[in-house]
């Protein structure tokens, strides 16, 4: 069954063909990110506009590199929630449109969804069951996953997500957007000891993360000190130390707590070199296996829809034929196709 997966929720257009015999054969991303910078976060409406502007051409370019023509897909993925809506009814309505013009079927995908199986596209494919953590720009999770649409929240944050502490913090130092690989770009030429940051909730019992208390903190410290290069590293440093300590030490509790010896790790947080090195390490002392996507499909793509809604095409799962968008929608209101 070969699939077109269509990404629209966020600020990113990812368009993808996957193929359940033979893999993923095609996958393309334009990033609005630099037109989003100028205003130091993303514009809903701006992106609405520019998904208009570049999805239908992405789409043409990426079955011409699947060497696919539209009457050789079996199915059409499309990302239905949660994300912007007005980003997200660009690939809704294009998508269901697209799959009835050439009647074939069409599902709608959980982003969240997406992001939690894209390490499968990878050669070495991780098996169910599995401990997940969900690192994104919108959410921070630990699920346990019995299987796909089988998923148990173990804990989430009570307030930011960590990806969005990594981008508000980038804002307050002036690092730019998306603040993630800017906080890690600067740590990196920062020095350890001169800040420390807390590691919130970290003190108590529970999965849960907070992640709002951290952003403040370096607030504080970025107020009380000139920001000269030297102050920026130190604060993107101690930050992006704290936030990584956190995440391991909720993930070290979650595999003690399941019994999982597999831990799966997704979102574009899970890019971080630091937070990869550091669970491959809480990995290895506990003999659980770390998996996690390459960078590229760690952070939002196509490929992930594509290959979401290809297993869930393949089980007989479709939409009807009124599209709808979620802007709204919990991962574990999901079940099994
Ligand atoms: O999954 P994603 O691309 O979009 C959402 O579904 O939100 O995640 C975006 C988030 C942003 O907050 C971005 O700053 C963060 O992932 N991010 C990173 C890195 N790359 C992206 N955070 C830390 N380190 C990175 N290298
Ligand atoms: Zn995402």
Redo the contacts with the bound molecule.
């Keep these: 069954m070969r699939v077109l997966g269509l990404e629209t929720?966020?600020d990113?257009t990812g368009v993808a063909v996957f193929d359940t015999e033979n893999g993923l054969l095609a996958h393309k991303l334009y990033s609005q990110s630099q037109m989003h910078a100028e205003y130091g976060g993303v514009v809903p409406e701006l992106a609405s506009r520019d998904h208009i502007r570049k999805l239908l051409p992405l789409v043409r370019e990426v079955l011409a590199d699947a060497g696919t023509a539209p009457g050789d897909l079996d199915g059409v993925a499309y990302t239905m929630g949660p994300?912007l809506a007005g980003a997200l009814l660009v690939g809704a309505s294009i998508g269901r449109s697209l799959a009835y013009a050439l009647g074939i079927p069409a599902v709608g995908v959980h982003?969240m969804e997406g992001?939690l199986l894209a390490p499968m596209l990878e050669h070495d494919a991780p098996a169910f069951p599995f401990l997940a953590l969900l690192?994104?720009?919108?959410?921070t999770l630990l699920t346990d996953v019995r299987a796909m649409g089988d998923y148990r929240l173990l804990g989430e944050s009570v307030d930011d997500?960590?990806?969005?502490a990594?981008?508000k913090t980038?804002k307050l130092l002036s690092l730019g957007y998306?603040?993630?690989?800017a906080?890690?770009a600067a740590a990196a030429h920062g020095t350890t000891g001169r800040f420390r940051f807390p590691r919130p909730m970290t003190d108590r019992p529970g999965l849960d993360f907070s992640f709002s208390g951290l952003k403040t903190a370096a607030l504080i410290a970025a107020q009380q000190h000139a920001l000269d290069a030297r102050t920026i590293g130190d604060i993107a440093h101690a930050f992006q130390e704290a936030a990584v300590d956190t995440l391991v030490i909720k993930c070290a509790r979650a595999l003690e707590q399941t019994g999982h010896t597999r831990l799966v790790i997704a979102?574009?947080?899970g890019?971080?070199?630091l937070?990869r090195t550091r669970l491959q390490e809480l990995g290895g002392r506990n003999n659980v296996r770390v998996y996690y996507p390459r960078?590229v499909f760690?952070?939002?793509n196509g490929a992930m829809i594509a290959y979401a809604g290809a297993l869930r095409l393949r089980a007989g799962q479709k939409e009807g034929l009124v599209f709808s968008a979620r802007a709204r929608w919990s991962l574990m209101d999901l079940t099994a196709p």
Aim: charge should be negative; aromatic fraction near 2%.
């Design positions: 929720s966020c990113d994300g982003h992001h690192v994104s720009g919108g959410h997500a960590v990806g969005e990594f981008d980038a998306p603040g993630g690989p906080i890690a979102g574009g947080v890019a971080n070199t937070l960078p760690c952070t939002d």
